[in-house]
């Protein structure tokens, strides 16, 4: 999948994201009643509002690479991980408000109102920032932090003002509650997808079989490829791909290829890699599999 | 016609009779909510009453009576709360902050007849003054004070919060003031102290005092306001920014000119109205608006989640003869999670099933294809991923328009670059050049090719692809590497 492909994928997975929380939150809020306090009601809508957009990210990664069994648990780490995001994004918008907030909102009126709605702005963007770093958890991989940690402060911040506008002026309008979740996940998509490749050490691209044209940005200290879909490049539908069959490392500026066992074929250039640092348009195959080394987009 | 008139009038009368038996039938009742507190409900969702009782003739140290609270969303359905905890005389101890607005329009500088003063001491001013600093000695160290001047200008000479002093200072300071600045903006002048007062914490009591109605400047004259412009105010205005920011006003009508819609505005947020005609009575007025908030009640309880941003509260008691005291006041809750939705709708469902079905689509759909017949495709440049397809035993690659695989663009492209042979016995593909051509980054004039070889010729790259399950029959290639 090219760059730009991916970005529009992106995009819509955080509008997916928006339209299956929308009835959620409704719903929530229609039951507003039965919540004993502003506390829990304000944790139950940033725990859907995480776990909605925390599951749609979190499956991305899989649909990317085309592996189902890492978009199903991608999916559920996503979820359970979202769920913890909501819940601490909105504890900290609470803890904002009373903490910074009655030194700048000092009136009842200012506090209830735009004071609110700059606590829910916060929690909305700590939430963001949060959703953002799921990959880079996931995948243990300090570049993915620092990608989300970027995207998710700009995503998450425009998206946060946005949904937090919408609900300070047209309170109860359903409508403009949809219109703010969108475009939170919009801007949480593109914003990730757009830092994606700045902090990456290069990217692979692959240039023949069934996933012809994906590119994989080395963004992790190691990042293992095979047809074992725990693999970070999962070469499904490749012959001659053992289940971990290479490893491609980054450190110090510097990308190897590495053969995961003796005997699976993994050349650079036709040749064993033998610990070279792989350099731009390189050829690297893996099985039957061929990789492109560069910086693409 | 007129009769239509005369019956609206009449109307209004009995309207007009009716809210002033109700309002007397509140006091009547000896019960009162002053104050109601938002600044624990985001908190502790914890919302307190300020209740004015003195028929219950309660005093400090004796045991609180059992209070009752419900809330409401829309005053009709009524719902039980929890009181958490009742404070006998809590200001006290709490402290409570005053904001004194004081009228200095010209007609304040008339004896309380409504003539020119004799001497110095004699106008309504000087008698507004001194009660004024009556009222300043006997508040406690607890209490915060702040003092502002009005008439045509507003003057907020000694902001809330303050210490009695600095406001007796701004007393001496008060002076006549010109024609142009003698006007009576009492509505205008209202809401700017009710803005300047609204942050103070605790109970807030704002006390405004004038001896005339409403007198716009700009209104008056056909000018704009020095300070305010065209800007005006109304009573409802006033109620709600009062009651927005929970402050009382309690309003003095000095000498015999009074302000009608004042006692409205009192009355609506929570406070009363006095008149007095001379500086004793005014004295006294002082004392028993300070002795009546501190003799408030605090009834603290459990806030609910009802919808809606304007919320009621019913406070209700047993006095002492076995009767029920009750009453009513509203407030306002936030605005951001205040609003409740409405009922689920079944479109909902399409929503969440759309965004699931999208998803799962996007999970099981074969986003990609396999390849199924050998080709080239450009890997760079504008024409990136565009694919040729080679057919039958030798494909020429080149810049000629009638080569096989013809790529314009590239100065540096011979016309016939180079050769793609296929021997379809052993379903090979080999590519032949005159002059080297990279491939995988190695210089070759002749070299079996596989799947995903990237052939560079003189700056033009493209890749060679082919179906994967098809292997090569015979002999494997010699390019190194273990095949399995």
């Given at each position: 999948?090219?760059?730009?492909l ?21 719903t ?7 919540f004993?306090s ?6 139950a ?16 990664e ?17 979820a ?7 819940a601490?994004?909105?504890?900290a ?36 920032v ?12 300090a570049?993915?932090?620092?990608v ?12 946060g ?6 609900s ?49 940005y ?8 095979g ?6 490049i ?15 490392r ?20 036709d ?5 070279r ?21 | ?10 109307k209004?009368?009995i ?35 300020y209740?004015?009782?003195?028929a ?27 009181v ?13 902050s005053?904001?004194l ?12 007849a ?12 000087e ?8 009222f ?18 507003y ?15 701004v007393?001496?300071e ?36 004038s001896d ?19 800007r ?46 001379d ?5 006294r007025?002082?004392?028993?608006i ?12 459990r806030?609910g ?6 919320r ?14 009750s ?6 809750a ?57 057919a ?24 016939s ?11 090979v ?13 190695h ?19 493209v ?11 015979g ?8 095949r399995?």
């Amino acid at each position: 999948m090219s760059l730009t492909l991916k970005r529009v994928f992106m995009a819509v997975f955080g509008l997916l994201g928006a339209l299956f929380l929308w009835p959620c939150l409704l719903t929530l809020q229609y039951y507003q009643e039965s919540f004993p306090s502003y506390l829990l009601f304000s944790l139950a809508q940033g725990i859907a509002l995480g776990m909605a957009f925390g599951a749609f990210f979190g499956s991305f990664e899989g649909i990317v690479v085309s592996s189902r069994p890492k978009a199903f648990s991608g999916l559920l780490f996503g979820a359970a991980f979202g769920a913890v995001a909501g819940a601490a994004g909105v504890m900290a918008g609470q803890l904002f408000l009373f903490s910074a907030g009655s030194a700048l909102w000092k009136t009842a009126s200012a506090r209830n109102g735009v004071g609110l709605a700059i606590a829910s702005g916060v929690a909305w963007t700590i939430i963001g920032v949060i959703l953002a770093l799921t990959e880079g958890l996931r995948a243990r991989s300090a570049r993915k932090l620092l990608v989300g940690l970027a995207g998710g402060s700009f995503g998450g911040l425009a998206g946060g003002a946005a949904l937090s506008a919408v609900s300070y002026f047209f309170p109860g309008e359903p409508w403009s509650l949809l219109a703010g979740l969108a475009v939170f996940g919009l801007s949480l998509g593109l914003c990730y997808s757009l830092f994606e490749n700045r902090f990456s050490s290069g990217a692979l691209m692959l240039l023949n079989g069934p996933l012809k044209g994906k590119e994989y940005y080395v963004l992790s200290r190691a990042m293992r490829i095979g047809s074992g879909s725990d693999c970070d490049i999962v070469l499904k539908g490749y012959p001659d791909v053992e289940k971990a069959h290479a490893t491609v490392r980054a450190s110090g500026g510097k990308v190897v290829v590495e053969q995961e066992r003796s005997g699976a074929r993994v050349l650079v250039n036709d040749e064993p890699p033998a610990g070279r640092a792989l350099k731009p348009e390189d050829v690297i195959a893996v099985g039957k599999a061929k990789f492109i080394y560069g910086y693409f987009g | 016609m007129n009769g239509d008139i005369a019956m609206t009038t009449t109307k209004r009368a009995i309207a007009a009779a009716l809210m002033a038996a109700a309002g007397a039938g509140a006091w009547a009742q000896g019960i009162s909510i002053t104050q109601i507190g938002t600044e624990r409900l985001l908190s502790n969702q914890e919302t307190r009453v300020y209740v004015s009782a003195p028929a219950l003739g309660l005093a400090d140290g004796v045991e609180p009576p059992l209070f009752e609270v419900w809330e409401s969303g829309d005053g009709a359905d009524w719902l039980q709360r929890p009181v958490s905890r009742v404070s006998l005389e809590p200001n006290a101890d709490e402290g409570i902050s005053f904001f004194l607005l004081l009228d200095n329009s010209g007609s304040m500088w008339t004896d309380p007849a409504g003539a020119e003063a004799q001497d110095a001491g004699g106008s309504r001013i000087e008698s507004a003054k001194a009660a004024a600093r009556a009222f300043l000695g006997a508040l406690s160290p607890k209490d915060g004070v702040g003092l502002a001047v009005f008439n045509t200008r507003y003057w907020n000479a000694s902001p809330p919060g303050g210490r009695p002093a600095d406001a007796e200072r701004v007393l001496d300071e008060i002076s006549r003031p010109g024609t142009e600045d003698a006007f009576t903006e009492l509505f205008l002048s209202l809401q700017r102290g009710l803005a300047d007062f609204a942050a103070e914490p605790g109970r807030r009591v704002l006390i405004v005092l004038s001896d005339g109605e409403n007198y716009p400047y700009a209104l008056k004259t056909g000018k704009p306001n020095p300070e305010t412009g065209i800007r005006s105010a109304s009573p409802s205005d006033i109620v709600d920014s009062a009651v927005r920011d929970g402050v009382t006003v309690y309003a003095i009508r000095f000498g015999a000119q009074r302000d009608p819609l004042v006692a409205r505005i009192a009355e609506e947020t929570g406070g009363r109205t006095f008149d007095a005609m001379d500086g004793a009575e005014l004295a006294r007025v002082y004392d028993e608006i300070r002795t009546d908030v501190l003799s408030e009640i605090a009834v603290d309880y459990r806030a609910g989640m009802i919808p809606g941003e304007k919320r009621w509260v019913k406070v209700a008691v047993a006095n002492a003869a076995g009767g029920r005291l009750s009453a009513t006041r509203h407030y306002f809750a936030g605005t951001v999670l205040g609003r409740g939705a409405g009922e689920p709708r079944p479109y909902y469902l399409l929503f969440v099933g759309a965004a699931a079905a999208a998803w799962l689509t996007l999970v099981l759909a074969k986003l990609e294809r396999e390849t199924d017949r050998a080709g080239v495709r450009l890997l760079y440049g504008s024409q990136a991923t565009r694919f040729f397809a080679i057919a039958g035993p030798q494909t020429v690659i080149g810049a000629a328009p009638d080569a096989d695989v013809s790529i314009a663009g590239n100065p540096s492209l011979k016309a016939s670059h180079a050769t793609i042979l296929f021997d379809e016995a052993k379903n090979v593909y080999t590519i032949v050049a005159d002059s080297p051509v990279s491939v995988n980054n190695h210089n070759v004039v002749r070299r079996r090719l596989e799947s995903g070889d990237v052939i560079n010729m003189a700056g033009t790259v493209v890749v060679f692809d082919e179906e994967l399950a098809k292997g090569p029959k015979g002999p494997k290639g010699a390019e190194g590497g273990k095949r399995r």
